[in-house]
């Protein structure tokens, strides 16, 4: 009796669900089914399972490109999903609605939207990110990549060989981030080591991306747990710094500096800062480690995969490559630059910028509308029945996704080569469609850092990596592809894999010594 009991109250939770997203589902549809976009695959999961499957990189892009500055996709039981990239609705979205989203807990790059909460983390860690402070950390930047350069020394030493360079450079936006952001040496880089924090975050996209097509639906138990026991492993270890950083701050200075980066790291500076806040503003421990475990994995997981994806369009451009390093070399970028030299080189900072424009790490960010809106258009929607549309009314609840890869690649800003890899483009003054049009982002007319309150607050941190880890390989090391065909996989950040399924991030490039390089 108890178990038939059971069931009946399941079933009839399972059927008022079934009826809610339903009634929602026609509710919405009534305003947004003049949108055009591609057909639904299915009742279940609409067009779920082609954009978020592992090798739905092209749907991806179909759905950017080919619509127009909105699209309408289907979700579960075909309730509408807007994907947009319309600036001016951009801007409505993540500067005048705040909306929800949260993944690995409370932190600043993932918290659910409590504003009042996120302004406090932010207040916090502002001086942690200042210009004056970027400067500061160059020099450790520069000390970590020499290490790198020795080790992939060693590996081509004796002639040319085929590298995994997405596993180097995760390995170094790791130590990095550790460095630099929590005062925590993860790797030595000239030797290997177990890194039980650095397998976890490699682990977390492609297992992320596997779940994604269900979500909200039924999760695969296995898929889910592969991913809790990656985040379980990062909040432990992230657990065992903070609980090492505040044993030097209750001992006092002297401790403190005898830390790796002797108490100016992101994290001491953030520990620090919020012990004199008020007690208004202050922080639990819970959120300063979480604040850790969620900028760890968004700054090395992004850092890395971008850094991939530009040695792949210089290994398959040797032109860009060879007048990329002809420039690094005439400024002496082989040995250490301040950080104003290193931001005057007008090449590095073009390959960075279009990579980042084309190649966007995240491609989309899913948030939930809180309350009934209007999104104004920058650019009018051709409705499927030829109408025009200026503005759209959606209801709350809906779902919208941010299409950073739609704006960042929308003919009608960037020109018709839109779609091509054109590092000159930024060598020379951007169009009039770029430069007037008020794109939301925070970061060069681009929406790849997002906008508004809650851009990536460590983008600055980001871009130097990245300059710093260029200048230390381009100068010593030629890179060209290798005969196995790199894919890139459309999970969470979008990473390169080599074998068919997609499940290993990998990136072979065949690696050489650079004779001409300078010391």
Known sequence: MFYTSLWTSLL????????????????????????????????????????????GSEFQRHVAQDYGPVTKLHGRFNSPILYVSDPKALHTIVVKEETRHMLLGPGLLSMQGAGEKHRKQRKLLNPAFSIKHMRYMLPMFYEVVHKLRVAIERQVASGPQEIDMLDWMSRTALELIGQGGLGYSFDPLVEDVKNDYGDALKSIAPNLGRILPMVRLILPFIEVQAVRNTVDTMDRRSREIYEGKKAALREGDEAVLQQLGEGKDI?????????????????????????????????????????????????????????????????????????????????????????????????????????????????????????????????????????????????????????????????????????????????????????????????????????????????????????????????????????????????????????????
Request: charged letters at 20%.
């Open 12 to 55: 009839l939770v399972g059927a008022v669900f079934l009826l809610i997203n339903y009634v929602h589902g026609r509710r919405a549809r009534s305003t947004l089914n003049n949108i055009p976009g591609p057909p639904s695959s299915s009742l279940w999961v609409g067009n779920l399972s082609q954009y978020f499957a592992l090798h």
């Open 267 to 519: 994290m001491s500076i953030l520990m620090n800062s919020n012990t004199t806040t008020s007690a208004d503003d202050r922080l639990t421990e819970d959120e300063l480690i979480a604040q850790m475990s969620t900028f760890v994995f968004a700054a090395t997981d992004t850092t890395s995969n971008a850094l991939a994806r530009i040695l792949q369009c210089l290994a398959e451009r040797p032109d860009v490559q060879d007048k990329l390093r002809a420039e690094l070399l005439e400024a002496g970028a082989g040995g250490s630059l301040s950080y104003d030299e290193l931001d005057q080189l007008s090449l590095l900072d073009s390959v960075c910028r279009e990579t980042l424009r084309l190649y966007p790490p995240v491609r989309a960010l899913i948030r939930n509308a809180r309350q009934d809106t209007v999104l104004p258009l920058h650019e009018p929607v051709v409705g499927i029945d030829g109408r025009l549309i200026q503005e759209i009314s959606i209801s709350k609840g809906t779902t919208v996704m941010i299409g950073i890869l739609g704006c960042n690649t929308r003919k009608a800003i960037w020109g018709e080569d839109a779609d091509e890899w054109k590092p000159e483009r930024w060598l020379s003054p951007l169009p009039d469609t770029v430069t007037k049009t008020t794109v939301p982002g925070v970061y060069s007319n681009l929406m790849t850092f997002i906008g508004g309150k809650r851009a990536c607050i460590g983008f600055k941190f980001s871009e130097m990596e990245m300059k710093v880890v260029l200048s230390g390989l381009l100068t010593s090391f030629t890179f060209s592809l290798s005969d196995k065909p790199i894919q890139w996989v459309a999970a969470g950040i979008s990473y390169p894999s080599v074998d068919k399924e997609g499940k290993v991030p990998q990136m072979p490039l065949k690696v050489g010594i650079f004779t001409g390089a300078k010391a």
